[in-house]
Structures are given as C-alpha cells and as structure tokens.
C-alpha cells in the first residue's frame, strides 16, 4: 500500500488556499440614473463553492446575504450569479438611484476563509474620463532616435493620470496581449481622481524589430470604452553600447543625494484601519527621489530578503533633472506577517536609507 506524505498534502492544501482569488465582474461601472438591471457579481476564480456572501450595497443601511436561496431582504435588489455552489454571487440593481453612488463589497467564506472585493459604482456626470495613456521609457535605457539596442531590456511604464474610476490597463505587442513580465498595476487616488500606472520588461529580440507595444486604458467614459497609445519598437543598427553615456551624464558633475526613501500603498487595496486581509494580495511601491543617478532596491521582510513578486525598477528625471526611482512590489498576505515589517532600503552613492511598514492583518 503506497504511503500517503502528510506533509506534501498539507502543502498541497496551502497551495491551493493561497492560489485562490475572488474576481469581480465589471471591475468597476459608470451607470446613469435611471439605468435598469445593472448587474454586480464576485465569484471565485475556479468555480470554488463558497460557504456564504455577504454584500454591502451603496445606499443600503447593513450589509446583507446574496443568497440564490433566499430573497434579497431590500426591495429592487435580487440575487444575481451562478450560485453558492458554483462560487458565485451578486445583485441586480432594478434601479439605479442616487445614492447607489459609491463601493460595492462582497464578502466571499470559502472553507473557512473569507475574501473580500469591491467594485466602485459611479453614476454619469461624476465619472470623469482619464487624460489620454503614455508609455514612457525609463530613463536609463537608451532609446535615442527610437531605436533600441537587441538583447538589452526595454523598460516602460503606462500611465493614466486623473480618471474616476481609475482605468483598466491592459498591454499588446502587435495584438497580441502580453501577459507575462507585467509589474502589478498601482493607483493613487486623491479627491476622487485615480492615477494608474504599470511597469513592463522585456529583452530586446529580433523579431521585435518593427512592431508596436502598445497599452489600452479602458474606462467607460471614453467614446469607445477605451483608448490606446503605442510605442514602436525599432532595433538599432549598431548594438555599440551607449548607455555608458546615459550613466557618465547621470554622474558628471559627481552624485546627488535623493530625498529620503518613501513607501505607499496601492488605493485599490482593500485595507481595515491599516490592516490587511490575509490571503488577500498587497501592492505597496517604494520611490526615492531627486537624485544622481538613480537608487537601486532592497526589500526585506524584518530580515529576510524578498526575492518574488517585484517589479523591474523604474526611473524617470524629476523637474529638477534628477532622477526619480520607483519599485512596486506585489505579494499574498500571510497570517505569519501579522506584526513584522516590510523594509524598502534604496542604495544610492551617498549612502543607504529605508522606511518601513508595519504590517497588521485580520482574518
């Protein structure tokens, strides 16, 4: 009889509980008043059942069951989805009315974890369309006469700056979508206006010659639902290596030393009073600013060095002419962070700063 490994399945089992996500479908919605049977739904991602789901609807005093048992106890709200047993719930707004204007949560329990998501609700006439996206290159690829040299990486951002709700982003080579070699997507919101903006890396190939990477901003106050911007991508005949010139105008008159090192997080991200949802994701970015040339990143949990889910380091000048350099990192919350630090510690010339965050979780 072939021996079972308790050890194996147990890992299994943590595997497969840190792998599961709950997705919300849309991600957010721009409706108008008066608008009929607009649907919100969240369903775990492989059809996982869930044990129950509460949801809390803008304008409705106390959250309440999403049930396909149970009537919605809130007249022109019923249960929409697949089912509990299909690991999906939701309602449908009959109507949409004023204060229907806000955050719709759902509360998923799938054995004996709980996940929560949202989706923003935002009635016509506050939604407001982003400026149009840009992709920019880091400033320490050499990307003069936009060309690129083969096999050296190019690195980019997208950014959509002042939308509310904030855009989708979603990239292409050609019309391919890209799905791999992405940083996690993060957004700064200040009275209601969301910036959006997502890291990407890749090494120059061949066949990259003549093709266009491009990234889409999808928001529903834009004309078509989305707008595009592209960047094209040509090799460069020589592959001499000119990014000692990049690095030598960056250092000519000697280092300057960035403001102190500062660490953010990410406005999608659900928190409660400071405190993360374990199992849910984190995405926290660490940026020093104002220097020559640019800082490179350290990131620590108390003392261990983290190694998984960091974006490629980006950097871009300041209005001064210095350098600003940005990291995100993204990783699930785990039940044994409660209490520990994250550290981003920025290396520069002038010497070594960090800040740190104290990390808090609640089941």
Not at 11 to 21: G, N
Not at 283 to 300: E, R
Not at 352 to 359: W, Y
Request: hydrophobic residues 35%.
């Amino acid at each position: 009889m072939k021996k079972i490994n308790v050890v194996s399945l147990l890992h299994i089992a943590i595997a497969a509980c840190s792998a599961l996500k709950v997705i919300t479908n849309p991600e957010s919605v721009i409706v108008s008043e008066g608008q009929r049977n607009v649907n919100l739904n969240c369903k775990t991602s492989g059809g996982e059942p869930i044990d129950f789901c509460i949801v809390k609807v803008p304008g409705v005093r106390a959250p309440f069951a999403s049930s396909d048992r149970l009537p919605a106890p809130v007249q022109g709200i019923t249960f929409y989805g697949e089912g509990w047993s299909k690991g999906s719930c939701g309602v449908t707004l009959a109507s949409i009315s004023p204060e229907h204007d806000g955050t719709f949560e759902c509360t998923l329990s799938v054995s004996g974890q709980s996940y929560k998501r949202t989706i923003d609700i935002v009635i016509q006439g506050e939604a407001v369309a982003p400026e149009p996206p840009v992709i920019e290159v880091s400033h320490n690829v050499n990307s003069r006469n936009g060309e690129f040299d083969y096999g050296k990486p190019l690195i980019v951002r997208c950014i959509s700056r002042n939308g509310w709700p904030g855009a989708k982003l979603d990239w292409y080579l050609d019309d391919t979508p890209i799905t791999s070699d992405l940083g996690a997507a993060f957004s700064e919101t200040k009275d209601r206006r969301t910036t959006v903006q997502q890291f990407f890396r890749k090494p120059v190939a061949v066949n990259d010659n003549r093709k266009r990477l491009k990234c889409r901003a999808e928001h529903g106050s834009y004309p078509k639902g989305f707008l595009d911007t592209e960047l094209p991508i040509k090799l460069r005949r020589s592959n001499g290596d000119n990014n000692n010139e990049i690095l030598d105008g960056d250092q000519r008159n000697g280092p300057i030393k960035p403001l102190p090192v500062q660490m953010s997080i990410s406005s999608d991200i659900q928190t409660s009073n400071g405190a993360f949802k374990i199992g849910s994701e984190m995405v926290v970015k660490c940026v020093s600013s104002d220097g020559k040339p640019a800082a490179t990143f350290l990131w620590f949990l108390d003392d261990q060095l983290i190694y998984e889910g960091l974006s490629t380091p980006y950097s871009s000048k300041s209005s001064s002419g210095n350098v600003n350099a940005q990291q995100i990192l993204q990783r699930v919350v785990l039940e044994s962070d409660h209490g520990k630090s994250l550290i981003c510690k920025a290396r520069h010339p002038s010497g070594l700063t960090e800040t740190r965050l104290k990390i808090l979780t609640f089941r």
